[in-house]
């Protein structure tokens, strides 16, 4: 088995289980916080992957402006995801993630020159309806969630979308070293920025919330590694697809483990997004 599919699927069940677990502490601790402390775990790793890497060795300036892009594109989207995470069903919010390969397999097209397989093509319609069917499905009743999760999961999916792209083209100028450095120090300032609005809104550091939020942040400390390198080493129209079947464990840990319950609908669009997803990777 090559490398590039060993950490892709490494991703998928590290963000899988991250993310299922990632609910309730999210909720009981708000996302500012949440943002605080994946801000914190995860820049000391990146850093030292700059500095162990030699990773000052490759920069260029192009490079650093691609790095810098993807930096901001991928921490933004993470933000918006855990607003998303703070007022959604779980189930719904990962399932919604796997539109987002489609905006970075559109960028492969036009600016890396992928070209793509019919096959490929239906994948990007069922992940494109999956997500369609998710956004305009809700609970029925009390346990109607409302759609203040839709604007900000819309954004994620955008701005993970334009990563995607932006990522490869900046590990090809840097490598994945001097990626993570640039990463880390761009992506550090505004995580803890935008928290720290988020903090003077109220709330605390609740310990249990926090004890409950370790886990799944490790797991994403883990996954963003393992994600650098399946984008860096793989086919990137493959790579990312591949990655975002991760929802499918996310729900199956909601389901069997926080028995959360999912009606028929969404079942059907979770179930056409993962169907897209596969199919992308064949």
């Keep these: ?3 590039w599919l060993v950490c892709a699927l490494l991703t998928v069940l ?3 289980v991250g993310e299922g677990l990632s609910k309730e502490p999210t909720v009981r601790l708000g996302s500012a ?4 402390l994946y801000a914190v775990g995860s820049a000391p790793i990146y850093a030292a992957w700059f500095f162990f890497g ?3 060795e490759r920069l260029t300036q192009i490079g650093m402006a691609l790095a810098v892009a993807s930096a901001v594109c991928g921490c933004f989207g993470t933000i918006f995801w855990f607003r998303a995470m703070e007022s959604g069903t779980a189930s719904v919010v990962s399932g919604f993630t796997a539109a987002y390969p489609v905006i970075t397999i559109a960028a492969a097209v036009v600016i890396l020159g992928v070209s793509l397989v019919p096959l490929q093509l239906v994948a990007i319609a069922f992940l494109l309806i999956g997500a369609v069917v998710l956004g305009l499905h809700d609970h029925p009743g009390e346990a109607a969630v409302g759609k203040a999760w839709l604007a900000p999961m819309l954004l994620a999916i955008v701005l993970w979308g334009a ?3 932006l990522e490869r083209m900046s590990i090809d100028a840097l490598g994945f070293a001097g990626n993570a450095g640039i990463y880390v120090l761009v992506s550090t300032p505004i995580y803890l920025a935008v928290a720290s609005r988020g903090l003077r809104e109220g709330g605390s550091w609740d310990r249990a919330g926090i004890r409950e939020a370790i886990p799944s942040l490790f797991l994403f400390s883990i996954a963003g590694i393992t994600i650098f390198l399946a984008i860096g080493l793989g086919p990137i ?3 990312v697809p591949l990655t975002t079947a991760y929802p499918i464990v996310a729900i199956l840990v909601r389901r069997f ?5 999912l009606t028929f609908p969404q079942k059907f ?3 056409l997004a993962m169907v897209g997803a596969f199919l992308a990777t064949l």
């Design 237 to 239: 129209a493959i790579v």
């Design 163 to 165: 990563w995607g792209i």
């Design 257 to 261: 483990w926080m028995d959360e319950r």
């Design 1 to 3: 088995m090559e490398l």
């Design 14 to 16: 590290c963000y899988g």
């Design 269 to 271: 669009a979770i179930g």
């Design 54 to 56: 030699s990773g000052w």
């Design 33 to 36: 916080r949440m943002l605080v």
